[in-house]
């Protein structure tokens, strides 16, 4: 066994995940360099941005997206997170192109093509047992969720469509959600909201009728040459704060 998987399955993901990977980046590299041309003359040089975020058995590995919000001017202007994505950057999350540098991930053996969206480091330490058996696999660039309402859904039902899929795993499935996805993105469907509207997992504890002001995805960490700048958002739900501590939500 290879995570959830047997291990002639998990293989065959694999080489299936690198193989169809290496086609999309080179299918889509005018895509690549145009982009990031475009966030170099708007936002500057910084093209991409990283987040560390738990794959397989909560490993920790880095997620690869292109850039698309401009830096934070004084501490007031950080908690803005929506008024600092620009106009580039809404338009690369609506076409969910700022995903596509996540094919190095693939390749490099971090993510698989199809897994559950792998959340912040945090959230791991907060699911429940049947939570975390989403991480019996690769986490993934799509999943169900993504082709079943995706940014439209809550965290519980991002969580049931995970573990069914880590239960329920075959190619054939693999390949209906990857064509299903493709649909979605060219009509954009189910997509209203990014990543900052999520609410935080349901636990016994209380966060599951925990309300959230703002997301707790609303922290960044911008990498530039080694250093680290977290961005912080404006509020925490108190149910997080109360089991992740003061230090916030970093991603």
């Known amino acids: 066994m290879i995570g959830g998987l047997a291990l002639s399955a998990a293989l065959l993901k694999r080489v299936l995940d690198v193989g169809l990977a290496i086609a999309g980046l080179f299918l889509t590299l005018p895509i690549l360099g145009a982009t990031a041309l475009a966030i170099r003359v708007t936002m500057g040089s910084l093209v991409l941005f990283t987040m560390v975020r738990p794959g397989l058995a909560g490993k920790p590995f880095v997620l690869l997206k292109f850039r698309t919000m401009r830096p934070a001017i004084g501490a007031e202007d950080e908690i ?25 991930d693939v390749i490099w053996g971090e993510l698989s093509l199809v897994g559950p969206r792998p959340l912040l480091m945090d959230y ?34 991002r969580f049931e469509y995970d573990v069914w899929y880590v239960d329920n795993w075959s190619l054939w499935r693999d390949a209906e959600i990857i064509a299903r996805t493709v649909w979605c993105v060219i009509s954009r469907h189910g997509v209203g909201r990014d990543d900052t509207s999520i609410e935080p997992p349901g636990k016994a504890t ?46």
């Open 124 to 157: 791991f330490q907060l699911h429940d047992s049947r939570q975390a058996r989403r991480h019996n696999v690769r986490a993934g660039i799509t999943v169900r969720a993504q082709i079943n309402g995706r940014d439209s859904i809550s965290m519980d039902q």
């Open 80 to 104: 803005r997170y929506a008024e600092r994505v620009t106009l580039l950057g809404g338009w690369l999350r609506r076409t969910s192109l700022d995903e596509i540098p996540q094919m190095f």
């Open 206 to 251: 209380g966060l599951a009728s925990a309300r959230r002001a703002r997301s707790p995805f609303g922290h960044l960490e911008l990498l530039r040459v080694g250093r680290t700048r977290r961005v912080p958002r404006s509020r925490v739900d108190t149910a997080v704060v109360s089991k992740v501590g003061s230090r916030g939500l970093g991603i």
